[in-house]
């Protein structure tokens, strides 16, 4: 069978298999041209390409296949929108105390409800100067034992007990909600994909409404991650990006980028050499032996 443009275009950029799963799974769409190439294109970064594997390995093909036909029928899944009441009330309801934090001390006082190796980067000071900063505790933290979850998941009980919701100040403003369990699941500060309102229905709105209200930031929902894959992390381009390693934060990817409180950038063939230095660096400073050695020879 003679392939259309659009499925040579969809295999010369995530690959032959990952055409074929598009084929079978997309025989509608397909049918006007250039749409489902256009919507791919404006997901997923050209650097996956073992999208293939990574959905399949993961039995992600339904999510994948909902994933894509939400972005066709986008206006029929507008959420409801709860503009009259706060963050607080709506968190309250939801059975947790929202507080913000002003201060570096104020920061401080939740560092005890991460386990030593778990706590957030946020702790090394110096957060407030790019992000407001929100800590959401659920009510009854105290019964959520850490040694009862031994097999982590991201959005399980104790993983969503403790969450810091945080906002750039700089560029475009995002959310990143943090989990408990920091560095021990996937992507672990894009909690709920980073959808405020799958913690509770009209959050995202309502925070919006604060954050220009008090900072005159307007919160853009690009990064929300709709479906989980395995090493994949969402920026603010929207776009899906497979990485190698994720330290601080801070996302390391194949083809040389580099995604930095969730912004993309792209670094030139001649400094790629200095960013394997960077990992190395930072790893040493880490003293995270095991770590060090399994990425001895990673080159973004």
């Known amino acids: 069978m003679e392939l259309s443009n659009e499925l040579k275009k969809i295999k010369k950029t995530y690959g032959e298999n990952f055409m074929k799963l598009c084929r079978n799974l997309f025989p509608t769409l397909l049918e006007q041209e250039g749409r489902l190439y256009e919507i791919l294109a404006t997901s997923f970064s050209t650097n996956c390409k073992t999208l293939y594997e990574d959905i399949t390995q993961a039995e992600l093909e339904d999510e994948f296949k909902s994933y894509i036909y939400s972005k066709v029928d986008v206006e029929d899944q507008e959420k409801k929108m709860i503009k009259e009441k706060t963050p607080y009330e709506l ?27 778990e706590e957030l980067c946020t702790f090394n000071g110096r957060r407030l100067n790019k992000c407001v900063v929100f800590w959401a505790v659920k009510n009854g933290v105290e019964n959520i034992k850490r040694e009862d979850f031994k097999k982590p998941k991201r959005e399980d009980e ?93 996302y390391y990817c194949p083809g040389n980028i580099v995604i930095k409180r969730r912004k993309c950038r792209k670094n030139s063939r001649t400094r790629k050499r200095n960013f394997d230095g960077l990992f190395l660096f930072r790893l040493r400073k880490q003293r995270n032996k095991s770590l060090l050695r399994k990425y001895r020879r990673f080159i973004c």
């Open 91 to 117: 968190l309250e309801e939801a059975g947790y105390e929202l507080t913000e934090c002003l201060t570096e001390e104020e920061i401080q006082k939740f560092r005890k409800y991460y386990k030593p190796g």
């Open 158 to 250: 104790y993983g969503t007990s403790v969450m810091s919701i945080q906002f750039n100040r700089e560029g475009i403003c995002t959310v990143s909600i943090k989990n408990r369990y920091n560095h021990t699941v996937n992507n672990p500060d894009a909690t709920y994909g980073n959808d405020l309102d799958m913690i509770v229905p009209g959050l995202a709105d309502s925070f919006a409404t604060l954050l220009e209200k008090e900072y005159g930031l307007k919160l853009n929902n690009a990064n929300i991650e709709k479906f989980e894959i395995p090493g994949y992390v969402v920026a603010n381009d929207g776009k899906y990006y497979k990485y190698n390693m994720e330290i601080d934060g801070d």
